[in-house]
């Protein structure tokens, strides 16, 4: 397999900024390909909620990206609503070749400035930053729609189900808190062995109903 990872992420989740710092950190170790996906599509494609469509889980998931921020000492802050719709700025990322320093600018704008990208002049004075002169016309050229719908079927046939997720020649880490397993999977693969192993093939025991 590969020995590239891929990064699979929405701008629209604190998480994914909150985890872009150890990911920036193991881009200095191996080649990480950046790829931004449409995290509403996911969750779509698998039934799912999203965090921010439960009220009191939404609360709790502010609250505890906040509380991990001041801990890591990470600039943070929640733009004006939340969750909102970061199709632009996705293609913003896709159209500039979802490069590295674009992805670390436009996450800054939104969670360490906390800025709406929605307001008048906002997504203007980030492309400023990137000199993007016309952003139309650079999504055009590069075919940023097509890019980050690919993207984004992509991710879901190879099983993720949630932002942002690390894969690692096919294995996929989950979320923040995945990272350290991330890594020590990339250190040593014998880790999925054993106990691990047998966690693949488990049974299932009792199904809730969909009804």
């Not at 990872?5 to 994914?16: G, K, L, M």
């Not at 150890?22 to 080649?31: L, N, P, T, V």
């Not at 950046?34 to 799912?48: D, E």
């Not at 001041?70 to 979802?98: E, M, Q, T, V, Y």
């Amino acid at each position: 397999m590969t020995k590239t990872a891929i990064w699979y992420f929405d701008v629209v989740s604190p998480f994914a900024y909150l985890a872009l710092a150890e990911i920036e950190r193991f881009a200095k170790e191996r080649e990480i390909l950046f790829r931004p996906i449409v995290f509403g599509a996911v969750l779509s494609h698998w039934g799912q909620l999203g965090p921010a469509e439960m009220p009191t889980k939404r609360l709790h998931t502010y609250r505890l990206c906040q509380f991990i921020a001041d801990r890591r000492g990470i600039d943070f802050r929640f733009p004006p609503k939340h969750p909102f719709n970061s199709l632009a700025l996705l293609r913003l990322i896709a159209a500039s070749g979802s490069r590295q320093d674009v992805v670390r600018t436009v996450f800054d704008f939104v969670f360490r400035e906390g800025r709406d990208a929605g307001e008048p002049g906002a997504l203007a004075e980030l492309c400023g930053r990137l000199d993007v002169a016309d952003l139309e016309a650079l999504v055009a050229a590069g075919d940023a729609k097509a890019v980050l719908r690919r993207n984004t079927e992509e991710a879901i046939a190879a099983g993720v189900f949630g932002v942002p997720t690390l894969m690692i020649e096919g294995e996929l880490f989950w979320g923040l808190d995945a990272m350290p397993f991330a890594r020590a999977f990339a250190e040593d693969r014998s880790i999925l062995t054993g106990e691990m192993a047998r966690l693949a093939s488990l049974p299932i025991g009792a199904e809730r109903s969909r009804k």
